[in-house]
């Protein structure tokens, strides 16, 4: 009989956190940054390239997910299924210049209770929009949505999105407290377009306030309505008002039928030593900024998503996950969550026991000893494209899974090829397995 534990050890050997729970893997998160990345949602995706569902003994109820200290994080299963899941990890730590942010996940526990909590894993946002149902419920629980028409289900960069094609699709969230910015907003959204359908094209929108939508020769804009008098609402209407908006635009055009990450920013500072300005971001990288004395307008209409409040300006595109928080990201925090998103910012190790960590390869050696026998379960390095940067540069992680800054260790990026599924379903994973951290044995 073949037994197996899917273990790193974190010094030595990291205790088991529970022994009830019987197959555990880890994740490891660098942060190259000067910008400590507290809070970060990362998307864990599960599947015969990483972890196979199959690995849970409750449909998904056994998950867990547990830091170096022993606590266990808040998470959300978006979508889960024979093929794969997609899960949201609230990160309650990612210090700024750290290599080895380790996150354990853990199953194996037919007993467990499901214990996904989306309010808990989005509590850093106003608003978190999945769109995988026709009613799209806001994850975070503040507020209520209503669906405009019955935008088709197609699929999405996570799970499922929504084909907002017609001019009376959309979702309209009604105006509530939770939704008001304060002094600082970041508005994120994927989306995927071929051709935008008309002029004014919107990704997401609050008249008098803010909006994401097109910007000429189908490119990406970012609108914020600023309070020229210090107080009294935005001048000239907000958004599309013209006078007392900051417009920004990016470079190059989004119609190429490929999903990109658009983030706007609106940041709020204190006085013309450090002044206030808005950022457009471009699949985690900045494409626009301005700087103004201005103030964040403040309005109580309703926030629309792939519309404005006419209902009349859908995109003709893809949209999904779609979120909006009350402070300013950095350009390091856009640039981590287009990487945990597109799954280049963590990756998947497995060592043989008594490795050790602190090693120059911090993941070990990567290899999974099974009866004897040796199966490389990462790829080649995964850092091969995100060195360079000196400490306190703000660079953005390396797009083949390594961080910048870092050297890559020999374990595959979360989501690619060569995983440990890939040798879990070589093996097929009928297999015991121990609470222990051995390589194998028969």
Known sequence: MLWLALAVPAHAATPWWDEAWTVRARLRVPNASAVALDGLPLLVRLGPDTVPTSASAAGGDDLRFVDASGAVLPHEIESWDAGGAAVWVRL???????????????????????????????ADALGVWHLGEVGSADATGNSVTTSL????AEAGMVGTGRALTQAGQGYQVADADALDAGSSITVSAWIRLDDWRTDDGVIASRRGGWALARCGDD???WTVAVDQGGGGGPWGGGPWGGDGELDLCSDEALSDGA????????????????????????????????????????TDDAVV????????VA????????????????????????????????????????DDPFAADPCGAADLALGGATTTTGGTTGGTTGPGGDPGEDRAPGADGGAAGTAGCDCSAAG??????AALLALGLGVSRRRRDVTARR
């Open 92 to 122: 309650s730590a990612v210090p700024a210049h750290t290599e080895d942010t380790v996150v354990w996940l853990y199953l194996g526990n037919a007993g467990a209770p499901d214990t996904s909590d989306a309010p808990a894993t989005w």
């Open 315 to 354: 995109p003709n595109a893809v949209l999904d996950e779609v979120r909006i928080y009350d402070d300013a990201w950095s350009t390091a925090r856009v640039a981590a969550d287009h990487a945990s998103v597109t799954g280049t910012l963590a990756t998947w190790c497995s060592a043989a026991a008594g």
């Open 149 to 152: 028409g019955v935008p088709a």
């Open 259 to 298: 999903w990109h990450h658009v983030v706007g920013v609106y940041d709020q500072r204190d006085g013309p030593l450090d002044p206030s300005g808005a950022r457009l971001y471009v699949d985690g990288a900045l494409v626009d900024d301005a700087e103004t004395s201005d103030r964040l307008a403040n």
């Open 416 to 421: 690619s090829a060569g995983g440990l599924g």
């Open 305 to 312: 998503l792939g519309n404005d409040d006419a209902h009349d």
């Open 219 to 221: 490119r990406v804009g």
